[in-house]
């Protein structure tokens, strides 16, 4: 499966989005409007090997709820991730067996390559 986890109100995945142009056969799907599955996540998970990794630490509500204080377990960040969009770090692009996940330079590079390649 080719897809692409993005916010569409986000200006960083929308760049990132047009810095990976042309995206033949990807599927995008803005987590705003078209929520996760937890299939979805699962599959994700699979890839990544914890929830840990597909978490943003960054988003607003992470401090807000007080997150940050708390000892968090694998199962409590797949439920955040569910519960709030915000939670996942943004974009995930899924490419076969491939899994891409967040902004950095560093991903946004590999991600390009293996688009690409």
Do not use: W
């Not at 840990?52 to 955040?80: P, T, V, W, Y």
Request: aromatic share 10%; glycine share 4%.
């Amino acid at each position: 499966m080719k897809k692409i986890y993005h916010l569409s109100t986000c200006d960083t995945c929308q760049k990132i989005i047009k810095q990976l142009q042309p995206l033949d056969n990807y599927q995008l799907q803005d987590i705003k409007t078209d929520a996760i599955t937890e299939a979805q996540l699962t599959e994700m998970y699979n890839l990544a090997g914890s929830y840990e990794a597909l978490f943003s630490k960054r988003a607003r509500l992470f401090r807000e709820k007080g997150l940050h204080e708390k000892s968090l377990s694998e199962n409590d960040f797949k439920n955040l991730i569910l519960e709030h969009y915000t939670f996942l770090k943004r974009p995930v692009i899924l490419s076969g067996d491939n899994i891409f996940i967040g902004n950095s330079k560093k991903v946004v590079s590999a991600a390009q390559e293996y688009i690409h390649s």
